[in-house]
């Protein structure tokens, strides 16, 4: 079993990773799982042997990935701004968003692991974020400049919600920026596409070794 503390949690990330740049974000680093740390081959049961939900946070999903590269490229969006980086996972999106000079960075993830791995990684490069492992979509968005969400629409349930929550936020004045590679529940309509790139990712975890990946604003 995987020792129930941060301390425990960060070891576990440690142990089970290896500290790499996503192949869309060469100048991060991340601590990621690879064919070298491959925990993503662990069934559900094992997982919960060892006190593992799923760990979403040990891999640059490509709707991050592209999100992290638009800001980095563009960083006026989010220099001096109040960010919040939605679902978060590895902290990718929220370290692009510190890089790129964010007054503030609120990285959101209900699954406490993400506390360790965002710690972990956000110090690999030199900048801090804070965390909450509260469920956001309970309430209206916090006040903040900019959302920022990447890979929200694996289920119909999850992205009718999200997406009902991003746009709370919108109508409260927050700029909103997703990163989808073409989900099955994305939801185009009343969207404005803003960059398209070709992401790297992994077979073990999707269906194609590059997946088109687009960055998309809520008008």
């Not at 490069?125 to 509260?134: C, K, M, P, R």
């Not at 920022?148 to 936020?169: H, K």
């Not at 070709?198 to 088109?212: F, G, I, N, S, Y």
């Amino acid at each position: 079993m995987i020792e129930a503390t941060l301390a425990g949690r960060r070891a576990f990330i440690l142990e089970n990773t290896r500290l790499q740049a996503p192949p869309h974000t060469p100048e991060l680093r991340l601590h990621l799982a690879d064919e070298i740390t491959p925990i993503w081959k662990l069934t559900e049961e094992a997982l919960a042997e060892i006190g593992l939900p799923p760990p979403f946070w040990a891999f640059a999903w490509a709707g991050g990935q592209a999100l992290a590269r638009y800001i980095l490229d563009h960083p006026g969006i989010v220099a001096g701004k109040r960010v919040i980086d939605f679902a978060s996972g590895s902290g990718l999106v929220a370290i692009a968003a510190m890089k790129a000079g964010a007054a503030e960075v609120l990285a959101a993830d209900i699954d406490v692991f993400c506390e360790a791995a965002i710690g972990l990684n956000a110090a690999a490069n030199g900048v801090e974020a804070a965390f909450t492992e509260v469920d956001l979509l309970g309430a209206p968005p916090p006040a903040a400049d900019l959302i920022l969400a990447g890979d929200i629409c694996y289920e119909r349930p999850m992205a009718e919600a999200v997406m009902a929550w991003l746009a709370q936020g919108r109508t409260a004045g927050a700029t909103v920026l997703i990163g989808d590679p073409g989900r099955t529940y994305f939801p185009k309509d009343g969207l404005e596409k803003l960059a398209e790139y070709q992401v790297p990712t992994t077979r073990e975890l999707e269906d194609m070794a590059v997946k088109r990946t687009s960055v998309w604003t809520l008008p």
